[in-house]
């Protein structure tokens, strides 16, 4: 069983930074991070595979969001740096693991795991 609290969302201005974190207890082999605006299907925004730190991104944030992580003994955090923020990344972002090998998986169906989600709202 996998554990993951999310913290760090709130309001910024277009063109401002924030950083995600979700702390992660129990072994995981894919971590990735999810959004969901109102009205929108959650959508796949960055990916990390355990093994090797691997990371990929969905093209609308390649460049502008970072996915990494910190790891030790008892629990492992994975970060959501997110730089030159728009009105349109605005949504409810999601901390998400796969508890078993799924590769680098963009699919929420993949994902076995979720946080509970944190707002973030990007003001123009």
């Known amino acids: 069983q996998v554990q993951l609290v999310e913290s760090g969302g709130g309001l910024v201005q277009a063109g401002g930074s924030l950083r995600l974190s979700c702390a992660a207890s129990g072994r995981t082999y894919t971590m990735g991070w999810f959004r969901q605006a109102p009205g929108k299907e959650r959508e796949f925004v960055a990916g990390?595979?355990?093994?090797?730190?691997?990371?990929?991104?969905a093209d609308s944030v390649k460049g502008r969001f970072t996915i990494s992580r910190v790891r030790d003994n008892a629990k492992n955090t994975v970060y959501l740096q997110m730089n030159d923020l728009k009105p349109e990344d605005t949504a409810v972002y999601y901390c998400?693991?796969?508890?078993?090998?799924?590769?680098?998986?963009?699919?929420?169906?993949?994902?076995?795991?979720w946080g509970q989600g944190t707002q973030v709202t990007v003001s123009s």
């Open positions: 990390m595979l355990w093994t090797g730190g691997t990371t990929y991104y």
């Open positions: 998400a693991a796969a508890g078993r090998f799924m590769g680098a998986t963009m699919t929420a169906g993949a994902y076995d795991y």
